[in-house]
């Protein structure tokens, strides 16, 4: 029943950003909101490209914060949970959230957007990220695997459009085979 729960959430949600993700779909090069400020004369050092970026940046950050949420089953150790146990731990997470935020801005400088949903799916990045640090400030344990998943689904929606070979990368062997 709670695994039922479970996978009925996770379809849930990957259903609900991805349909959030193709209403807000754009073109643009850059989010429209107020917060934006852009500027012609600005030069940004791009020195890594959009793949070395998601493998210093993005991903070590988004694995810190996976390895913060849920639960592990291990035949050694038993059952035990990721989440922080203390306000350091939480703050921790707090810090990652910011940092999902800011590197979701990062894939919308002027010569890192890419054609397609790209702009799309940076923003939805920053979203999730805005919902990391709420989970961690109130320390709730359900907000934050939410967000986590929400995570993985943009990560997975994204990696779908602009490198699906990557995917594979993460699933079980016998997914692949």
């Keep these: 029943m709670f695994l039922s729960r479970v996978v009925k959430r996770a379809v849930l949600l990957t259903t609900l950003a991805s349909l959030g993700l193709v209403a807000c779909s754009q073109d643009s090069g850059a989010p429209?909101?107020?917060?934006?400020?852009?500027?012609?004369?600005?030069?940004?050092?791009l020195t890594l490209d959009t793949a070395e970026f998601m493998a210093?940046?993005?991903?070590?950050i988004a694995d810190v914060l996976w390895k913060?949420?849920?639960?592990?089953?291990?035949e050694n150790e038993g059952y035990y949970e990721l989440y922080p146990t203390d306000d350091e731990g939480w703050a921790n997470v707090d810090n990652h959230g910011a940092m999902i935020v800011e590197a979701g801005n990062?894939?919308?400088?002027?010569?890192?957007?890419?054609?397609?949903?790209?702009?799309?799916?940076?923003?939805?990045?920053?979203?999730?990220?805005i919902s990391i640090m709420k989970a961690a400030v109130?320390?709730?344990?359900?907000?934050?695997?939410?967000?986590?998943?929400?995570?993985?689904?943009?990560?997975t929606a994204c990696h779908q459009a602009y490198n699906p070979d990557i995917l594979s990368r993460f699933q079980p062997r016998s997914l692949t085979e």
């Design 32 to 45: 429209t909101d107020t917060n934006t400020v852009s500027s012609d004369t600005t030069d940004y050092n």
């Design 138 to 155: 109130e320390q709730n344990k359900e907000d934050l695997f939410q967000a986590g998943a929400q995570l993985y689904s943009v990560c």
């Design 106 to 129: 990062l894939m919308l400088l002027p010569g890192r957007v890419l054609e397609g949903p790209w702009s799309t799916y940076a923003q939805a990045t920053s979203t999730v990220g």
């Design 68 to 74: 913060s949420a849920g639960w592990i089953l291990d």
């Design 56 to 60: 210093h940046v993005l991903e070590p």
